[in-house]
């Protein structure tokens, strides 16, 4: 028996010491073999309960720890990934970055390539405006020469005309007889017996005039008679207006000075208001070459365009309460010429 029990212990010895140490292991002291051969069998159960116990937690305790050292792996695994994400997403921001920015360049070159173009565009267009400028200050030069020449040409046509009256409504044929010298004398004669006997009355000459618009009207061309002087014209054409009816062999005519066609077409226009005043016994009259004068309020009074009648009627209540129609038509009648031009 005791040789067994000696066997058995040298088998626990050995059980014992085949034990890996470990840092974290409870201490186990080295018993001497007389003295393990002293310890009684409990207490060496004891022990290697102990240290199967303190084995089993050193197990699991080094599971724990690989566990741990795994997941630390796997974490640093996945630190490792987001940081190359990471740098990736950087890498990729900067090349971002870099085309902003070379996008930013090109839009600033671009920019400054628009300002330039839109500054010399600027001036090409300040170039235009001054041309466009000149050429209007060279047209307005041009018109108010034209203007001045227009005016001059009526002047010599109306100087030319000076001394010529129209005679309106002569049937042509009539003068086959006796000429239309011969008919002028016979309207004087007709008409005026005092003037027929003036003998310084000359007419120089006398003829129809040409009809250059309408080839198939119907109204007789107007028979023109060029007399000597200025003085025998106004004399005539005065006795008519006081006569007021003139009539050759029984029938109508009409006795008028002879002006251009811009001088008549500037009198034609004073005829609705002069009519008007001549129904309100204003005494119109439309003076050369193309004035009204009437009397107001006892004052004879002159005026070379219609603006200024109109700005004069202003002041003269029953002056404009009497042309407010005729000077509103007036007013129409310009309104539509403006629009069809």
């Known amino acids: 028996m005791p040789n067994n029990k000696c066997k058995n212990r040298g088998n626990k010895n050995k059980e014992v010491t085949m034990t890996p140490p470990n840092e974290k292991d409870t201490p186990i002291q080295d018993y001497e073999d007389d003295e393990m051969e002293e310890m009684q069998e409990a207490d060496l159960k004891k022990l290697i309960r102990t240290l199967r116990s303190s084995q089993k937690q050193i197990l699991e305790l080094q599971k724990s720890l690989m566990d741990k050292i795994e997941n630390l792996s796997r974490e640093n695994e996945i630190l490792r990934r987001n940081q190359n994400e990471t740098k990736q997403l950087v890498q990729q921001e900067t090349v971002i970055v870099t085309e902003v920015k070379n996008s930013i360049d090109q839009m600033k ?33 041009k018109e108010e020469e034209i203007r001045n ?42 008409n005026f017996p005092g003037l027929e006997k003036d003998r310084e009355i000359l007419v120089q000459e006398a003829h129809r005039t040409p009809n250059k618009h309408d080839q198939k009207r119907s109204s007789p061309q107007h028979v023109v008679i060029k007399l000597s002087t200025v003085k025998h014209k106004e004399k005539i054409l005065k006795c008519a207006r006081e006569k007021c009816q003139i009539t050759l062999r029984g029938s109508p005519i009409r006795l008028t000075a002879d002006f ?13 208001i002069a009519q008007e005043l001549r129904e309100k016994n204003c005494q119109p009259r439309i003076l050369y070459p193309a ?5 107001n309020e006892g004052e004879i009074k002159t005026f070379h365009s219609k603006q200024k009648l109109k700005e004069f009627v202003t002041t003269r209540p029953a002056l404009q309460k009497m042309l407010k129609d005729v000077l509103h038509t007036e007013t129409q009648k310009h309104g539509h010429q403006y629009e069809r031009r």
């Open 291 to 295: 004035k009204l004068s009437f009397v």
């Open 260 to 272: 251009s066609s811009e001088t008549l077409q500037a009198r034609r226009e004073w005829r609705d």
């Open 149 to 190: 020449l227009k005016h001059i040409v009526r002047n010599l046509q109306d100087t030319i005309k000076k001394t010529n009256i129209q005679v309106l409504g002569v049937p042509e044929g009539m003068e086959r007889e006796k000429g239309l010298e011969g008919l002028f004398s016979e309207i004087l004669a007709e």
């Open 109 to 141: 070159n671009t920019i400054e390539s628009l300002t330039n173009r839109m500054g010399e565009a600027e001036e090409r267009i300040s170039d235009l405006e001054d041309r466009e400028q000149e050429r209007i200050q060279s047209d307005q030069r």
